[in-house]
């Protein structure tokens, strides 16, 4: 979620959409113009943050890769999401301006939101399901293109939207000005709230020719609608903006300023030429004394950057790994069904909450009782939270992997015994398992066995004995019809696409039907229900008969119905239980967001404040551009930690990371502990009193005063002639 630190006025904010109907220049006060880039900015919020909320399940169950391929590639696009703002900033400030940025990178931005919906429509009419699509390498080209075309976008116009907003304002609407960035970082977050909640309830509609698709061309085809009517909101307002030409990138000036030190450091390294207090007075042949002293104050804070990308490496798994451990749970809150994508929105819930409760209330308490609470320490505290964010996820998990199934090795097989016959059975399995099944009833768990070849023994009178062969690595059942004499082997599914399509999606269970009508067996395809209760009806000819059962989160079942299934009512079906449903609960999930959002308000927005602070005016651009580096860089760090990481356990990985940010936090608060906190604005007036730019700064501020008391003058004498 993103947060400026500043709260919205409610009452601003209506007599701004009250302003919108009067059709003048300015009403209330209000560029009317501004309209249009508020609800540009709601639009396109709300299409990024509805797109990224089901992202990840897209990956690891539309396109069938695993976790830490789905992981990866999730963090990888929101990494390339936090590099483009340069690019953006760079193209809006020395060559577009901002208004033609924001047209340009917004049709690209629409364009990758379309081509992702348009990607997932394929499997939507696929009648195997089962197997991979016929264009499945397409399918995914198309999908990545679409991911790096959004990227561009949204990452382009981000540095632009906002500032463009800010333009709009005169110099006599100050008050006015600070309204609107309220409301605009009202829309931001209004629009990423909603698009959170709504998209995952789109995600798990059934849509399509086959009900067991679920419906991600809906999931992605409504934030693209939404991106489609902010390009054309913004483009409507085109006639009232005022539109400021390319002024210069102060970034692209940094960066060539930094460069000459380094290379007339580099040029001049014989000890004959004198030393330089800071390796940036190198560059004081070309570049102006406060530039380069300027470019010194923001390389501290720069400095300080160093170890925060570790923050956002924690911070931003709340979107893949966290989303990805809801589907093992259960999402049943009683009078409502949560799906897993949908707990992100606990994130900014609390953001909304914890933030005036910290402004207001924790911070004064704490500097009422003498501590020097500083912004610094305020991070590192911060970091310390998101620390133990990620060892209540590691608890949780523990738990989770207690309930889950124990599928079978490539080396291993796994069978369960199902018997029908009107008798308990004493199943012998060779070479030595044994089992007492009562009529009617299966066997309690499956059963490993690491014999590809088994022989298979009934008590009955005579004895029954078959030979059957396994196959390595999946599941299977054996059925012992009411003619035992007739027992057959039936592959349940395999382990890993169990793993991969049922078992770890939460938000849909598994009906697994098998038919046997006498000596003719009929098995059917795995049909996706929805939770929650569920009525069948079984028909052959003129006759029919209709049962319903309740399925829970993640379970698995197998309905094996007899050929005398019409004549008792559909009251001889049998059911047997493959895996359980969930059990551990979604809401177990909240004291680890509740933990992260803690220490979002005390790093992320205290970080901000901090750092503009410690800048320059004129460099605040360069670093918010750093600032968004380290969030690209965190997500790097996660993609190559799950990628050559490779950790057995998922819990263990979690408390990796938590380990991991403990370490970085206590380099940060030593590198706190060695800052002194500078005043620029001081430092600034000090370099130009040294080289008399000062009675020039004074000549400038007097004339502008002079013009200001003339235009006031001008103004007074009009009012008088007119009365």
């Known amino acids: 979620m993103e947060y400026d630190g500043v709260f919205p006025n409610v009452y601003s904010l209506c007599n701004v959409c009250l302003c919108v109907l009067v059709q003048t220049a300015e009403c209330c006060g209000y560029p009317i113009s501004i309209f249009f880039i508020v609800v540009n900015e709601f639009c396109e919020r709300f299409s990024y943050y509805g797109m990224r909320a089901v992202l990840v399940l897209y990956f690891r169950y539309f396109l069938l890769w695993d976790d830490d391929l789905a992981t990866s590639i999730y963090h990888a696009f929101v990494a390339l999401c936090y590099l483009t703002p340069i690019l953006g900033a760079i193209i809006a400030d020395s060559w577009l301006g901002k208004f033609k940025t924001i047209i340009y990178l917004s049709i690209v931005y629409a364009i990758g939101q379309v081509t992702m919906a348009v990607s997932t429509i394929h499997d939507i009419t696929d009648a195997n399901r089962d197997g991979t699509p016929d264009n499945f390498t397409f399918h995914t080209a198309l999908s990545m293109l679409g991911l790096v075309l959004i990227a561009l976008g949204t990452g382009g116009i981000k540095p632009c939207v906002a500032a463009f907003g800010g333009d709009q304002f005169q ?8 309204t ?65 030409d390319p002024e210069g990138n102060i970034m692209w000036s940094v960066c060539k300023c930094i460069g000459f030190a380094i290379k007339n450091r580099f040029r001049h390294r014989s000890s004959r030429y004198p030393k330089r207090e800071h390796w940036m007075d190198w560059a004081d042949e070309k570049y102006d004394k406060l530039l380069i002293a300027q470019i010194k104050m923001v390389l501290k804070v720069l400095f300080l950057y160093i170890p925060l990308p570790m923050f956002w490496t924690l911070f931003d798994q709340k979107g893949s790994r966290w989303t990805l451990q809801a589907t093992t749970m259960t999402g049943d809150f009683g009078a409502f069904i949560l799906q897993p994508d949908q707990m992100q929105t606990v994130n900014p819930i609390l953001i909304l909450t914890l933030v005036p409760i910290m402004d207001r209330l924790i911070f ?64 012998t399995i060779s070479p030595n398992e044994h089992l007492l099944i009562d009529s009617f009833e299966s066997s309690a768990d499956y059963v490993t066995l690491d014999h590809q070849d088994i022989s298979v023994s009934l008590n009955t009178n005579p004895v029954i004995t078959k030979a059957f062969s396994l196959i390595k690595g999946e599941r299977q059942t054996l059925i012992i019809p009411s003619d035992p004499t007739i027992m057959y082997m039936v592959s349940v599914h395999q382990a890993n696409m169990v793993k991969n399509e049922f078992i770890n999606s939460r938000k849909i269970v598994v009906a697994y039907s098998k038919v046997s009508t006498g000596d003719q067996r ?32 993640g379970a698995s079942y197998t309905f094996l119905i007899p050929s005398t299934v ?40 205290t970080g901000l404040q901090f750092s503009y602070s410690q800048a320059p005016k004129n460099m605040k651009s360069v670093l918010q551009a750093g600032w968004l580096c380290t969030n690209a860089v965190g997500n790097i760090i996660v993609l190559i930690v799950a990628e050559l990481g ?27 502990y060695f800052y002194t906190y500078i005043d620029p604005a001081e430092i600034e007036a000090q370099i130009r009193k040294e080289q008399g730019l000062e009675s020039e700064e004074k000549e400038k501020e007097t004339l502008e005063m002079e013009e200001i008391d003339e235009s006031q003058k001008n103004d007074q004498e009009v009012k008088q002639t007119k009365i």
């Open 522 to 553: 009929a098995t059917s395809n795995y049909t996706l229900v929805s939770h929650g209760k569920r009525d069948f009806v079984l028909r052959h000819g003129e006759q029919w008969c209709e049962f319903s059962r309740k399925f829970g989160f």
């Open 171 to 178: 110099e006599h609407q100050s008050r006015q000005l600070n």
């Open 566 to 605: 019409f004549s008792t009512d559909c009251a001889s079906i049998i059911e047997v239980e493959d895996m359980k449903p969930n059990s551990v609960h979604m809401a177990l999930q909240i004291p680890q967001y509740f933990l992260i959002t803690t220490g979002e308000v005390m790093f992320s927005v």
């Open 364 to 427: 004064p308490l704490i500097q009422k009782c003498g501590l020097n609470f500083s912004p610094l320490k305020r991070m590192t505290v911060g970091m310390l939270f998101a620390a133990m964010a990620f060892v209540s996820a590691a608890l949780v998990q523990i738990e989770i992997d207690k309930t889950l199934p124990n599928f079978p090795s490539s080396s291993e097989s796994q069978l369960k015994v199902v018997n029908i016959y009107n008798r308990t059975l004493n199943v």
């Open 180 to 244: 609107f960035f309220s409301v605009f970082y009202l829309c931001i977050n209004a629009g990423s709230l909603l698009s959170t909640l709504i998209t995952p309830v789109l995600r798990a509609q059934e849509c399509g020719i086959h009900t067991q698709q679920q419906c991600y061309p809906l999931a992605f085809g409504v934030p693209a609608a939404l991106m489609v009517v902010s390009l054309v909101v913004f483009i409507s307002g085109s006639g009232m903006y005022i539109k400021t």
């Open 646 to 672: 490779k950790l057995p356990k998922q819990w263990a990985e979690y408390v990796l990371f938590a380990s991991l940010l403990v370490a970085v936090s206590i380099v940060f608060s030593i590198m706190a």
